[in-house]
DNA sequence: TCCTTTCGTACTCATTTCGTACAATCATGA
DNA sequence: TCATGATTGTACGAAATGAGTACGAAAGGA
């Protein structure tokens, strides 16, 4: 059997990212992780050497995954605005329950190695995300004066701007402000030509 | 100058809670409060003998506050449906932030006489609650065969719904779902008499 | 039955946290 | 300007906690 797909490697991984997310790392120890799991230590130090293993096994498979899901999007079919809208809320799903606590333990206690690994793999994420703009703008989607890295940064604003309560609250229903966020964001950078 | 209103122990009781609300206790050191309030160790002891002297003094505050409003409300000449909608609105707005984590870290944690000391303090606002529906009961607001541990019951349950993400997404604004709530409260237990 | 996996407990060692002490610094009004 | 009280940063020993390992018992499938 594949290591890697064994059911109590999987509720490690699961229970830890639950505790990850809600408490950030330094709140969280070996020993509650193996609780919440309902597995032994021994079990623990058989999949990962140290809490810190654990921590980079989770953000690779989330990598991994977000990956995976983004590129089925901007490789479909669809019209280059449904694939933006769509990644955007898919970002947002993926982000909705982190806290910034994850974020800060990770950057303040990771080795240097280790947030140089993953800060190389959002790099690549971040080029991959503007080649497909770019792409974009070859094609006439995206207007000609406008810079690629203007749009990376204006991305990563409204992704934020996602998880506003204050801005949250102006609508209905979230899907409503993604919607609205999308469509300004188009009418701000669509060729004029498309819709003449 | 009164102690009690010193600037640095009210900075300490409102990163406390903070961090408590967010973490829960034990995951909460006395030296992180004092940095994140910014204040040093030697005046957190000033004011408080250890973590958990921080925490009672938290929960009275809470307890007192929390109490004071409620009166408000129920003491103003509001009419009796206003005043429950208000009540549940004011509830739902002080658990709002909370952790469940706090709770059941305060639980495990904290010394039974503690424990026992909060325990009396609630069981003496769900007396108050009861007695301020029992009136209600007797003055004709609330139709005579219903027992009122039912309704308190109830609105406990009511409390929890409206923390509820699946029932929140069904609603514009939370204020609508307060709304249908407190009026299927009442719909439910009003004398039919005030409606015909 | 045997063999492998997993568990629970116990242990050592390193780290963290607690609570206290003390000298240096700051604020402020006499 | 000086005195005084409040506050800070650092340091420290004691206590508690967490990491990682060892090992015998239990469980469970072949």
Redesign the interface.
């Given at each position: 059997m594949n290591v890697s797909s064994n059911p109590k490697r999987k509720t490690i991984l699961l229970t830890g990212k639950e505790l990850f997310w809600?408490?950030g790392i330094k709140?969280v120890t070996i020993e509650e992780i193996c609780m919440e799991a309902g597995v032994s230590k021994m079990t623990f130090y058989k999949f990962f050497s140290n809490k810190m293993d654990l921590v980079r096994t989770i953000m690779d498979d989330i990598f991994d995954i977000s990956l995976k899901e983004y590129r089925s999007i901007m490789d479909s079919d669809l019209p280059f605005t449904e694939k933006v809208s769509q990644s955007i809320l898919l970002k947002r799903e993926q982000t909705k329950a982190m806290s910034s606590?994850f974020f800060s333990d990770f950057y303040g206690h990771a080795d240097p190695e280790m947030v140089e690994y993953f800060e190389q793999l959002k790099n690549k994420n971040i080029q991959m995300i503007a080649d497909d703009y770019a792409r974009a703008q070859k094609d006439g989607d995206i207007r000609q004066d406008i810079k690629v890295e203007f749009i990376i940064y204006f991305l990563n604003q409204l992704l934020e701007m996602t998880h506003d309560d204050k801005l949250l609250?102006l609508y209905?229903?979230p899907q409503d402000m993604i919607m609205e966020i999308t469509k300004f964001f188009f009418y701000g950078i669509l060729n004029r030509e498309v819709h003449t």
């Open positions: 809600k408490f709140r606590e609250n209905d229903h």
